[in-house]
């Protein structure tokens, strides 16, 4: 069964990269650190990459655009920054870095995680509430894989009314862990689509208008970066 979801999954991302030149990359971050972190090398880029990076993006004209403007923008030359979780590293190497540069961005965030080891604490995110630069975005209530909860864990952990509360602000964008085909089953996707004006994914593709129900996001990781340079792209 995991083999068939797969391979639908490998199918539809070819058929979406083919067909998805025009659209709005959004970059999904979890680490951004200098520091070797081997179990974790695909959510890892450092954060020389990652400076480097987001300046290309500048100097080759993109605008980088909140949540708030994904919907005009399929036809401009856009692009969004998100990062899932909010580890510690992220906050100190790449969210600071945006921050200086009044660049905005997304941060998704599983309230059970707060204050745990290597995340951000309650002080840090006041913070990012406070930053006219950062909206916050809710990312279940643990983190969990929805193909393998009951319907009233899928609502618990759904919830856009809990994670407001436990979060301090008004959300309106939820982003599932581990977001891909399998991991989401049709009925956590229909149920969140319901309580948020936007859904996202880890499907690694540019959003367009067609892909709004469950919006993809690129994998933004030290392989990204190497790939694009063999490619000879900035």
């Excluded at 972190?37 to 880029?45: A, G, M, Q």
């Excluded at 602000?169 to 939820?174: G, N, P, Y």
């Amino acid at each position: 069964m995991f083999r068939k979801i797969y391979s639908l999954q490998q199918k539809i991302y070819e058929f979406k990269r083919k067909s998805a030149d025009i659209g709005v990359p959004i970059f999904m971050i979890h680490h951004v650190s200098d520091a070797p972190l081997n179990e974790e090398v695909n959510l890892s880029i450092r954060t020389t990459e990652f400076k480097t990076f987001i300046n290309g993006l500048m100097n080759e004209g993109y605008q980088i655009i909140r949540p708030d403007q994904l919907e005009e923008s399929f036809e401009k030359k856009a692009c969004m920054i998100t990062f899932d979780d909010i580890f510690k590293d992220a906050l100190e190497n790449g969210i600071s870095f945006l921050e200086d540069n009044h660049i905005p961005y997304v941060c998704f965030i599983s309230p059970g995680f707060l204050g745990a080891e290597r995340y951000i604490n309650e002080s840090e995110l006041d913070v990012l509430r406070k930053s006219s630069h950062c909206t916050i975005g809710a990312h279940g209530i643990n983190h969990k894989l929805f193909r393998k909860l009951t319907g009233n864990e899928k609502a618990e952990e759904i919830s856009k009314e809990k994670h407001e509360l436990l979060l301090g602000c008004e959300i309106e964008d939820f982003a599932f862990p581990y977001g891909s085909l399998y991991g989401c089953d049709k009925t956590s996707i229909k149920m969140t689509n319901e309580q948020y004006l936007r859904v996202y994914s880890t499907l690694n593709y540019q959003a367009t208008r067609d892909s709004t129900y469950f919006i993809p996001r690129i994998n933004l990781n030290s392989k990204y970066i190497w790939l694009h340079k063999r490619n000879g792209r900035k």
